[in-house]
């Protein structure tokens, strides 16, 4: 997803796969880079940080401990144990260390921090380059079209990745390392025909909305499982069986050797199938009342899709009322605008700091895209990119030259004006921002009228609900042929944000993005600004104006998201517009904004 010196950010789980699900968080594996893993040693190296061997005698197969060959800083043996005279890398210290570092705002989640409100997994992970002997026959195994040799020398060049959890049970558990290879699920999931991923999607949705429903089966089933058993399929089966046709039948496959892999209480690992994972899990009257559920949804037939509301509800609608193909692809539209993983995802992304990089390459994939759809989505995430990039623009420093000021004046401006192609407000209200730092107020103020200009009924903003209009305007969008990207740059307002240490945010808000990025609603960064501007030029009566209009969008929630917390933060905003103008009857109206603001969002900084 993004990398730097020291990680390397890996999207994992339902989202990394090309699925969202619903009720499915974003699962993110976080590859830390100091700490490099090896079969064997035969020299020093000292521009490794720590050395550490992998050592699978009496482990679990599928697990390893670490030993530590070389000792790094010595911060780093904090995160040891032990054990026979022997120091092993502890994954229960080194998760600790993590969740202590992340300021009480995630729990441990397995080998996962997960934020509180359980939206996102970050599991933080260590990198082996070269593949393992304990996968070696996986490279030879198969004997038939799939996976391709060209897709299997792309998963053995990346090798694995080690995630800090152990056996549970096993008296080394805090020393036990499990051996992942995320990666290398996602490209052969990435070789998946249509109807092979939806097969997968259809047992995720039968486990999640069906299955797990029981209590005594809630936690014996997970989505692994089900992939496992699709790749051991694709295995066996000849690629030209995954056809359309075929679907129901390929999904009656799965279903009974689900069904089988719970009866026998086996279910191999893909990778390495010495290791049984039903092992000790799927086991006594738990397994029975699992098993008698999956006999009595396969008496149903395929039909038994239909226990899920998701797809039940589907069949009732498809029945009464027939979908217009404009419909059904407006209503994927706004799947896309309010989908809350693509949303985080981007979290991570804008979390991302070492812009310059991803700058120039989002350039030179540009330039060199022929495919007009690639083409599209560059430029999408080049408008995103260089409203991040340009935020790291010094533009004013006291130890530069008039004539570097002005280069850097220059610069910022260049690359915010490729900030306007990601969404139809946002990147204009950035380039305001850039004129009210350097102080041109009478520039922000025309730009900030042109991008409220833009804030009408029917656009449509992340996480709102979308009315008869919103969906008939984005038909006749789409009956133009326009691609999602081109349609999020004429319908969509996005939310602005501001990176950490941002240059580009007026110094009111500067508090704000001191530890970490900043989001605010569009249309309420626009009066905002516009009323600092006013303040700025002696604007009084346009003060008040400004102040009353911005009072009645946020209690109408007019153009807004939805969100509680762009709701408090919008009040937030109110509070300090407020209290900027100064009087007591202001100043009293400024502590009711800022209380509400707290009462949407207690957990606040």
């Known amino acids: ?10 999207t994992s789980g339902s989202f990394g796969e090309g699925l969202e699900m ?43 401990q670490l030993l530590v060959k070389q000792m790094g800083p010595e911060f780093l043996c904090q995160f040891c144990e032990e054990l026979n005279g022997k120091h092993y890398f502890s994954s229960t210290l080194y998760k600790h260390e993590l969740l202590r570092k992340a300021n009480n705002e ?55 990745l080690f ?18 290879f995320s990666v290398g699920e996602k490209l052969l999931i ?12 259809l047992l995720k949705i039968l486990l999640k909305d069906v299955i797990a429903t029981e209590s005594e089966c809630e936690d014996l089933l997970c989505s692994y499982f089900l992939k496992t058993i699709i790749f051991w399929i694709s295995e066996e089966l000849p690629q030209s069986i995954w056809k359309p046709e075929n679907l129901i039948p390929c999904f009656m496959r799965c279903l009974r050797r689900l069904i089988y892999s719970v009866d026998y209480s ?78 985080l995802a981007f979290n991570v992304f804008y979390a991302f700091e070492d812009y310059t990089y991803l700058y120039q390459r989002g350039i030179d994939q540009t330039v060199s895209c022929h495919q007009s759809a690639l083409k599209y989505l560059n430029t999408y995430v080049l408008s995103v990119l260089c409203g991040q990039y340009a935020q790291y623009v010094q533009l004013n420093s006291s130890r530069n030259s008039n004539k570097h000021q002005y280069k850097q004046y220059k610069s910022c401006l260049c690359t915010l004006l490729h900030n306007i192609y990601h969404d139809s407000v946002s990147g204009w209200l950035m380039l305001a921002s850039f004129f009210y730092k350097v102080k041109q107020y009478s520039n922000a103020l025309h730009i900030i009228a042109y991008s409220i200009s833009k804030c009408t009924p029917e656009k449509i903003c992340r996480f709102m609900d979308m009315s008869g209009s919103h969906y008939r305007f984005s038909d006749l969008q789409l009956s133009k042929k326009t691609s999602i990207v081109q349609l999020w740059k004429i319908m969509l307002i996005d939310n602005l944000t ?68 762009f709701q408090s933060e919008s009040y937030k905003i109110l509070g300090i517009a407020l209290q900027l103008l100064g009087d007591s009857e202001h100043g009293e109206s400024a502590q009711q904004a800022f209380m509400q603001s707290v009462e949407l969002d207690p957990d606040q900084r």
């Open 266 to 343: 086996i279910c191999l690992h893909y990778f390495i199938p010495e290791n049984n994972m039903f092992e000790n899990k799927i086991e006594g009257h738990a397994r029975k009342i699992l098993l008698d559920k999956l006999y009595k949804l396969h008496s149903y037939g395929w039909r038994c899709l239909f226990f899920s509301d998701q797809l039940s509800d589907f069949q009732v609608s498809m029945w009464m009322n027939p979908i217009e193909p404009h419909t059904l692809h407006t209503i994927e539209f706004a799947k896309i605008v309010n989908s809350k993983l693509l949303y």
């Open 1 to 10: 997803m993004t990398s730097n010196n020291d990680l390397t950010f890996i």
């Open 106 to 160: 995630c729990v441990l989640h397995g080998p996962c921090l997960s934020d509180k409100k359980g939206t996102s997994d970050y599991a933080m992970c260590i990198h082996r380059t070269t593949w393992i002997p304990q996968a070696s026959q996986w490279i030879t195994r198969s004997n038939n079209s799939w996976p391709s040799y060209k897709v299997k020398q792309s998963i053995i060049k990346h090798g694995v």
């Open 190 to 201: 990435n070789t998946f025909t249509h109807t092979k991923l939806i097969c997968y999607a």
């Open 498 to 565: 501001f990176a950490r240490n941002s240059g580009l945010i007026p110094i009111e808000l500067q508090m704000e993005v001191e530890h970490k990025e900043y989001r605010i609603s569009s249309i309420v960064y626009a009066y905002f600004l516009k009323i600092l501007c006013h303040y700025h030029l002696n604007n009084v009566r346009q003060c008040q104006d400004c102040l009353q209009t911005l009072q009645i969008i946020i209690d109408e929630s007019y153009c807004m998201e939805s969100d509680i917390m």
């Open 22 to 64: 619903r009720g499915s968080d974003l699962d993110i594996m976080c590859v830390n880079k100091i700490f490099k893993v090896y079969e064997n040693i035969t020299t020093d190296n000292k521009s490794i940080v720590m050395y550490l061997l992998m050592e699978t005698d009496d482990v679990k197969a599928g697990f390893t």
């Open 163 to 180: 995630v800090p959890v152990g056996v549970k049970g096993s008296p080394k558990e805090d020393i036990e390392w499990r051996i992942s």
